[in-house]
């Protein structure tokens, strides 16, 4: 019997808990096959650092609270491992870490940079001769994952978009006579601009919106076109701009011209730069908001089938290692859309690391400025459903976890940015 090691990677969810807990939920009722499950303090540093928690510590109550608290319960990073052959020193003292303390499984919680980190562990792992059952559990509010129709955090995040962009919308039609015309709204999405599409799902209650995506290149006299045919039909007009929209040439509209710990360009700032062009041709007051932390940490506006999905595959991680499977992840099918149904699938690391789903062109407006009913089909299911946490003295109840860590049996290792 093998202890298990879970962690969680990159930018967090509304939603991201839910899978620990399943996870967890699933090793315990698993316990005469699985022994303790360790989780990394702060995502993989926690591993290379021998940082390492015992979840064992934690109630049942409080890992059942998981499901429902947002964020990363346990901490997360962004820490990119390198190639195997530029820093092979990394993956191997992840091995060291794992004998150290019998750990078999290795459960990672992340989008495409984590199944990359994942397979290459695995890879590894065979390659030392040392038994390691690694499985990615998906997790990215971009949805920009392959394979699986959603990922787990997208549901949430559209949900919170669709739903601000709504009642802000409200706002600004009360005061278009008189006052502000045009909201602009920067959501997250570097590549991908399924949740800038979250906010067309508005358009069905006769509000006007342009959608700014970062698969349609920025056209300045278009986009101004399109505000003022919308502004001078209905008196005012709602913009969610991607913060990934970009010029012909490739720049970001909101580039800083600083990088990550992933080596991709520093976002934000793309909504006063849209709301300035706005004002510049067409003289329109404005308002714009960046979404920001708090499209991806809503846990009290969740959507319900999101809880369910990112739950899901959390518990399915574990089966499948429990049958045998290695360098895999749970991804969700969609079986129909009216009525929605789905099941829990897998897919080959090999064929998910590195790999970005983008927007189809058959979801997008001709035009480029909004989505088909296509993409309205894809969507509407994926935001449905509320599963509200509960509310203690008008504020919810989420939970902080012990987080007590196990004593380390290895020499310190330096982490090298």
Known sequence: MKNAFYAQSGGVTAVINASACGVIETARRNAGRIGTVYAGLNGIIGA????????????????AALRSTPSGAFGSCRYKLKSLDKNRREYERLI??????????????????????????????????????????????????????CCPGFGSVAKYVAVSA????????????????????????????????????????????????????????????????????????????????????????????????????QL????PVVAGMVKEALGHKFHWATADYLQRAARHIASRTDVEQ???????????ALDGANAVMPTIERVSDAPYEWRIGSAPLSEVANVEKFMPRDFITEDGFGITDACRRYLQPL?????????????????TLKNALVEKKLTPFDIKA
């Open 166 to 265: 709504l009642e802000a919308s409200f706002d600004v039609r009360s005061m278009a006579r008189t006052s502000t015309k045009v909201f602009v709204l920067e959501v997250m999405g570097r590549h991908a601009g399924w949740i800038a599409a979250a906010g067309g799902l508005i358009e069905q209650h006769g509000i006007p919106v342009v959608i700014l995506f970062p698969e349609i290149e920025f056209d300045r006299a278009a986009f101004i076109a399109q505000v003022d045919r919308k502004v001078k039909e209905y008196g005012y007009c709602t913009v969610v701009v991607s913060e990934g929209c970009h010029h012909p040439d490739g720049t970001f509209l909101a580039e800083q011209g600083t990088r990550d710990a992933f080596g991709h360009a």
């Open 310 to 320: 990112a739950y899901a595959v959390g518990r399915r991680a574990v089966e499948l």
């Open 96 to 149: 060291e870490v794992f004998k150290a303390h019998d750990i078999g499984y290795f459960f990672y919680n992340g989008g495409g940079d984590s199944a990359d980190t994942c397979f290459k562990v695995s890879q590894l792992s065979q390659s030392m001769g040392y038994p390691l059952q690694a499985i990615h559990v998906p997790k990215t509010v971009d949805n920009d994952l392959p394979i699986t129709d």
């Open 268 to 271: 934000g700032g793309a909504a």
């Open 48 to 63: 290379l650092t021998e940082d390492l928690i015992d979840t064992g510590r934690e109630s049942d109550a409080d890992i």
């Open 383 to 399: 935001i449905q459903g509320e599963d509200a946490p509960t509310y203690r003295d008008g504020l919810p109840v989420y939970v």
